[in-house]
Structures are given as structure tokens and as C-alpha cells.
Nanobody, 123 residues
Framework: QAQLVESGGGLVQPGGSLRLSCAAS????????MGWFRQAPGKEREFVAH????????YYADSVKGRCTISSDDAKNTVYLQMNSLKPEDTAVYYC????????????????WGQGTRVTVSS
């Protein structure tokens, strides 16, 4: 049974930083591209970033380029999202997901999803 568990969300002031974690189990972590998505209140879920299973290459949505870094630790079966210079518009529930596609920002290509962790950026 595949499982993804996000953690690290919380309340942070604008300009602040936090690191989200996603612990994976029940599937071959090193053979899946791992992605982060987010859903703001009243909005559709949107792509944030992914890290490619084949070579660790990364890809980011324009909205977070230069402010976020996705990384993974295969030994811990964990993927991270380091978020800096946070803005109120970053407020959302953040989800991690796993895909067999090498590179994709389409929700339908991701097989497994976590329950989400809430990030609130506010003063």
C-alpha cells in the first residue's frame, strides 16, 4: 500500500522560510518522479515542482522559481520542498505526489498522493 505523508506546514510571516517533508512508503521511491502541488482556498490544485527519478533533475512552476528548492533523500524515502521568501499568495494546502513519468506537471500523471500539509503566510 503506497503512502505519502507530508509534514512541516504551519504559519509563517511574509518573507519567511519553511521546509516541507514528504515521507514515502509502499512503492519504489527511487523509480518515481516526486512532485509537489498546492491548492489555495477557492482555487484548483496547481503544480509547484518535481524532481525526476532518473537523474534528480528539477522543474518549477513560474510562481515559485527562485524561491523554492525541491530535493530528495533516497535513503530516507523522503522528498523536501524548501520554501523561501514566502508570500501571502503561497498560502495553500501542499500535497506531495508520485509519478512514473520522468517529467510531468499534470495531475493525472501522478499515481499516489499524500493528505496535504497546510501552509499559511500571514503577518
Amino acid at each position: 500500500q503506497a503512502q505519502l505523508v507530508e509534514s512541516g506546514g504551519g504559519l509563517v510571516q511574509p518573507g519567511g522560510s519553511l521546509r516541507l517533508s514528504c515521507a514515502a512508503s509502499g512503492f519504489s521511491f527511487s523509480r518515481y518522479t516526486m512532485g509537489w502541488f498546492r491548492q489555495a482556498p477557492g482555487k484548483e490544485r496547481e503544480f509547484v515542482a518535481h524532481i525526476t527519478w532518473s537523474d534528480g533533475g528539477t522543474y518549477y512552476a513560474d510562481s515559485v522559481k527562485g524561491r523554492c528548492t525541491i530535493s530528495s533523500d533516497d535513503a530516507k524515502n523522503t522528498v523536501y520542498l524548501q520554501m523561501n521568501s514566502l508570500k501571502p499568495e503561497d498560502t495553500a494546502v501542499y500535497y506531495c505526489a508520485a509519478s512514473t513519468y520522468l517529467s510531468s506537471y499534470l495531475e493525472k500523471t501522478y499515481d499516489y498522493w499524500g493528505q496535504g500539509t497546510r501552509v499559511t503566510v500571514s503577518s
